[in-house]
């Protein structure tokens, strides 16, 4: 897009996340686009305390500078995304109307703020594009009443942004036209997670010092929230299950499962199970350069996508990732980019954790690399650019209909 012709794009999101302020600013910086964030709660930038984690944090990378943004104040009782009323702004449509955008950029529709939004675009005749990375594995479409819900929400928007595979199969089955869909795929901060970078390296030297583990032992990570739906526990057994004295698992986190996997790794011999704390942004890169393979198993429903494999793999670390895992599709390629395992198959795991511990690191890390590169906020930038040129070309009167 030219300079001249430079569209006012407004951007609502719940509030700042590591993954996504950085491609604000990338946008603000190349897009050719006039923008502003409009965030409807100020987790990640205030102390607040995250249930998955169990512990009161703030996010200690820069997630505000470099873009045009304002906190829309948020009246529910209990702020957060928890629920259909914890994103409650009365203020967002008069502050989206004083700021006269060309068009909206939506993440999400579940919230009361959300539907306010979308009632009020529509009223102003302002295209809405969509932003969501949701998908149907393991569960299927919806249908009835609550498809019947889902497709008519998506009629509302006139374009669709999707992250990978899984996604826009998932905007499909709503009903979601191939003309109004557009990649725009997920992407972390590819400066922060650069494997040539020192410092991270030196880091996780030294935390293997810390450990105590030997340069030649290979490392099994899980890094994250310790829920039952993510599997830690199914990993430790299945690791725990291998006759492998060369290997060591480092679970880095906490939450609910934390007792129970202390408790289980007792039955662990010394040196070949440990457990570091909850890990600040800063503290990522040196985690995952600790690890041999970077394991994400989780079983529930709702891994949207696992935006950890794509860090992990910036760092040419390749991931073992369960077929429940949105990314998995796009990012992780079984025998090539990492290995796959049946969700629900305790036995598969074991035998694809045995597989990985046994592989030839450095082509995998090589290819690891090379895949999550495509998946970048370039990439990101020229879809999201192009379901606005979209949407512009699909603006429609106020007295339309959908």
Sequence with gaps: MTAAASPRLAI??????????????????????????????????????????????????????????????????????????????????GRLASWRPDAVLLFGYAYASHLRVILWARSAGVPLVFRGDSHFIGRGPPSGWRAAVQRRVYRQFAAVTYVGLANRDYFAALGVAERDLFFAPHAVDQARFDRELPAPRAEAGELRRRLGLAPATRVVLFSGKFLEAKQPAALLAAFLSLDRPDAALVLAGDGPEAPRLRELARA????????????????????????????????????????????????????????????QRD????GETGWVFRADDPAHLREQLAAAL???????????????????????TTGLLAAVTHALARRTSPASTP
């Design 268 to 327: 662990a011999p010394p040196g070949r199970v440990h457990f570091l704390p909850f890990a600040n942004q800063s503290e990522m890169p040196a985690r995952y350069l600790l690890a041999d393979v970077f394991v994400l198993p989780s079983r529930g429903l709702y891994e949207t996508w696992g935006l950890a494999v794509n860090e992990a793999m910036h760092l040419g670390v390749p991931c073992l990732v369960s077929d429940r895992v949105g990314c």
């Design 331 to 334: 990012l992780v390629t079984d």
């Design 12 to 93: 609502v999101l719940s509030h700042p996340t590591q993954y996504y302020s950085p491609w604000f600013r990338w946008l603000q910086a190349r897009a050719g686009l006039t923008l502003r964030v409009f965030y409807l709660w100020e987790f990640g930038v205030t102390v607040q305390r995250d249930p998955g984690f169990q512990t009161a944090f703030r996010w200690d990378v820069d997630l505000l500078s470099g873009y045009d943004h304002e906190f829309v104040p948020n009246a529910s009782r209990s702020p957060g995304t928890q629920g259909f009323w914890g994103l409650r702004n009365p203020a967002l449509t």
């Design 358 to 380: 046994a592989a030839d690191r450095p082509a995998f890390s090589a290819r690891a690399a090379a895949r999550a590169a495509g998946y970048s906020y370039a990439a990101a």
